[in-house]
């Protein structure tokens, strides 16, 4: 089975420039998270959804970010205008029915450099 | 007071030695905990879930102290591919009912 499939692997843009992050999940899995990872801050949640929907987006840092869910096969992260400071590797997970269960499906992430 | 916290290490051990990483949260009302493994540039992946009367896979070892608030990952005679980055994982650390991941503690095996 595909795992969580995320494009691009690397992007590098300068400042000022629009960013925009894929994600498609496992087939049938009900959540999608999206995290991002520095080393000084480690993996932080940004936002996730359940069954399409967004539940909780108040990791996301700045009205700079937004994510959407169109439909329970894809997601995007946008970053418009995206800043140095927003250099960062960005995962995609999925997990499926109740988070207690604990297992997340992460993607092998999109390693942002913003110039 | 951060709401996963470990100690990021690096812990450098030789092969074949037993080492232990502890993991603290402060929401008493988590509900689930586990240790994810990362390796280098790569994406983090579960590796054992943590159970209140501890749990045990191979080498690994996980305990779950709720009076006191850690869980401990324990690994027995250490291989150098378990250098890697480990990951405690709480659901529930934030009041919410979602994974909360600690900073990582880094392990380094060498021969």
């Known amino acids: 089975d595909a795992g969580v499939i995320q494009s691009p692997r690397h992007e590098v843009t300068e400042m000022g420039q629009e960013v925009t992050l894929r994600c498609k999940p496992i087939s049938g899995h009900d959540y999608l998270f999206w995290y991002r990872q520095t080393m000084m801050r480690g993996l932080e949640l940004l936002i996730y959804?359940?069954?399409?929907?967004?539940?909780?987006d108040s990791g996301m840092p700045e009205d700079r970010f937004s994510a959407k869910m169109p439909n329970a096969s894809f997601s995007t992260l946008k970053i418009q205008p995206s800043e140095p400071r927003d250099s960062a590797v960005y995962f995609c997970?999925?997990?499926?029915?109740?988070?207690?269960?604990?297992?997340?499906?992460f993607g092998e992430g999109s390693r942002l450099t913003v110039l | 007071r951060k709401e996963v916290e470990q100690d990021p290490g690096p812990f450098n051990v030789p092969e074949g030695a037993t080492v232990a990483f502890n993991c603290t949260y402060s929401n008493s009302a988590s509900q689930s905990f586990f240790w994810y493994r990362q390796d280098c540039r790569k994406e983090p992946k579960l590796l054992m879930s943590v159970y209140s009367s501890g749990n045990e896979d191979g080498r690994f070892t996980a305990q779950l102290n709720r009076a006191s608030q850690y869980i401990s990952l324990l690994i027995r005679d250490s291989k150098l591919s378990d250098s890697a980055t480990y990951l405690c994982?709480?659901?529930?650390?934030?009041?919410?009912?979602?994974?909360?991941f600690g900073r990582g503690t880094s392990l380094i095996v060498h021969p």
């Open positions: 994982v709480v659901n529930g650390a934030g009041g919410s009912y979602i994974p909360t």
């Open positions: 959804f359940n069954n399409n929907v967004p539940i909780d």
């Open positions: 997970a999925s997990s499926f029915r109740r988070l207690d269960t604990g297992e997340l499906f």
